[in-house]
């Protein structure tokens, strides 16, 4: 089973520009989310989707948005861009068993903001 | 808003080692997961722990989930080179539907051969 996907890779934008970011799940998995990673704050949580719907959000600004495709794809859009985007972007699909969420990651796009 | 704490930080030890992280909350999570990420890498689930004083061993590590479900504790035993990386930890909210992962900054481990 091919495991979550995203794209690009690495991405160079400049200040004020905006972003798109791609995640694929796991196939059957419905729930996406989506993580920043800073060396500084570690990871935090953006928001989460479920059957195409933002179910949990974490504290960002609304420069940070999501969406959800019927196929479960997902993208994230940053508009705007700070210096202090700068991270690496996570997403990790997840499925429900014994009552909690097995989260399984993606390997990340690392956004640089120059 | 629920916070993870993580200790120690930094850890370098010698290969055949044994090890404890702990992660540390004021706040009740209603499961608590550990997760290993390598350079480059995403995180990677290693286990999830759900019940108040609940022990899951995987091979040489063992994970144990505080009876008040406010804390939990990694212990490697004799530890390897391939164990190197950053253990992270991430408690699910009591109150929460869906999920919402808390993850702790997490402790960087360097075993040495």
């Known amino acids: 089973k091919a495991g979550v996907t995203q794209t690009p890779r690495y991405l160079i934008k400049t200040r004020g520009q905006q972003v798109t970011l791609s995640c694929s799940p796991i196939?059957?998995?419905?729930?996406v989310s989506w993580y920043q990673q800073t060396p500084g704050q570690g990871l935090q949580f953006l928001f989460e989707?479920?059957?195409?719907?933002?179910?949990n959000k974490g504290n960002f600004p609304g420069r940070f948005s999501g969406r959800q495709f019927s196929n479960s794809r997902s993208e994230m859009n940053v508009s705007t861009l700070e210096l202090g985007d700068s991270a690496l972007y996570l997403c990790?699909?997840?499925?429900?068993?014994?009552?909690?969420?097995?989260?399984?990651f993606g390997p990340g796009t690392r956004l640089t903001v120059t | 808003t629920q916070l993870l704490e993580q200790s120690p930080q930094f850890l370098s030890i010698q290969e055949g080692e044994n090890l404890t992280v702990y992660c540390n909350s004021s706040?009740?999570?209603?499961?608590l997961q550990w997760y290993r990420q390598e350079p480059g890498e995403g995180p990677v689930l290693l286990v999830t722990?759900?019940?108040?004083?609940e022990v899951k061993k995987l091979k040489r590590l063992t994970f144990q989930f505080g009876d008040a479900r406010k804390d939990s504790s990694l212990h490697i035993t004799a530890a390897q080179p391939g164990d190197t990386g950053l253990y992270l930890c991430?408690?699910?909210?009591?109150?929460?539907?869906?999920?919402?992962?808390?993850f702790g900054p997490g402790t960087r481990l360097s075993v040495l051969p």
């Open positions: 196939s059957g998995h419905r729930s």
């Open positions: 990790a699909s997840s499925l429900v068993r014994d009552l909690s969420y097995e989260q399984y």
């Open positions: 706040s009740v999570f209603s499961s």
């Open positions: 989707y479920f059957s195409e719907t933002q179910r």
């Open positions: 991430a408690g699910a909210p009591d109150d929460n539907y869906g999920q919402n992962f808390v």
């Open positions: 722990v759900v019940t108040g004083g």
